[in-house]
């Protein structure tokens, strides 16, 4: 299990300066790259494929943390994998053989993790435990960047650390330092933001605040 680490979301980021963007995120301390991935299928909302992070790699230092929100990630792993995923995080939501696919993540040599879905229970992820680095915590309903917090997925964390004391919990959306404090008091460890950082005068200054929230 880590410490507290920020991964940044390029979602809301200016996806048409995609390099700058990958060393503005090198600069600011945050140690990890957030791709949030989806297919029009499992969201409404289309973004970008493997093709993206093999494009930004070269200009980036960071922890390359691939959220899949598509509908069966099966096929995507190896394209991920080979463009330079550290990490690809599948949701028990997307209908594949989830532990086979996590397997396969791991076969990749890279971190495995799970992510819910707001409504979906902790208990969704008791029979994977053993076979993921991370879990993610949705915490705001997958889709969109610059959705509000929702406070109701504070129990849920607060029981997923106690299920998997030593594994990394994630939580996704709407984290800016008033809730980056809540969700590492519930148990949260890796903090994704977008809006929060994108958005601020100072992101170096910005990712401080979330790591010592
Ligand atoms: C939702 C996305 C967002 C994004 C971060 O599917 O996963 O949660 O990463 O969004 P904000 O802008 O709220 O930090
Ligand atoms: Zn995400």
Redesign the pocket.
Known sequence: MHGTIISA?I??SDLSDLRSTARKVDESGAGWL?F?VMDGSF?ENITFGSSVLKAVKPYSGAFFDV?L?VTDPTRQIKLFAEAGADNITIHAESGCDTLAVLREIHSAGIGAGIALKPRTPASAVIPFINDVDMILVMT?E??????GFMPDMLPKIKELRALAPDKDIEV????NAETAKLVKEAGANIL?????LFRSEDMHKAAENLKNA
């Open positions: 979301s979602l809301n957030h949030d969201v959220h929100m705001v997958p889709g969109y960047g610059g959705q996704d959306g709407g984290i994704v933001a977008g809006t929060y």
